[in-house]
């Protein structure tokens, strides 16, 4: 499965982003799948994932109650809906596979501003 990330860009302190991940091949569907992030100058973490069939989701502490995980098998395609955003959510964001497997893509950069 090779993923592609999009949606990123700069946002004020409280605002919002949509990220994508859009997931070639038939495999998608079968594989729960996760967003990652690593700011500046730390390692990759765990920020969401959800099931297979989209049936759960579990959040990052830090994100719980602002950030949806949601996908559409139909369509090859996970989304991260991000609210109410803070400077700590500046980072490169990643989607994969959960657990992650070898390869990560490009990434799509967030950056909030203050």
């Known amino acids: 499965v090779q993923l592609v990330e999009s949606g990123g860009g700069l946002v004020q302190l409280g605002g919002s982003l949509r990220l994508s991940c859009a997931a070639s091949?038939?495999?998608?569907?079968?594989?729960?799948m996760g967003w990652y992030y690593q700011p500046p100058g730390k390692q990759r973490e765990l920020v969401a994932a959800i099931t297979s069939d989209g049936g759960r989701t579990q959040y990052a502490d830090s994100v719980k109650g602002r950030f949806t995980i949601s996908r559409d098998n139909s369509k090859n395609t996970m989304y991260l809906q991000m609210n109410n955003m803070k400077p700590d959510d500046t980072a490169v964001y990643y989607c994969?596979?959960?657990?992650?497997?070898?390869?990560w893509g490009q990434g799509t950069q967030v950056t909030v501003s203050s």
């Open positions: 994969n596979t959960y657990p992650p497997h070898d390869g």
């Open positions: 091949g038939s495999r998608f569907s079968l594989n729960a």
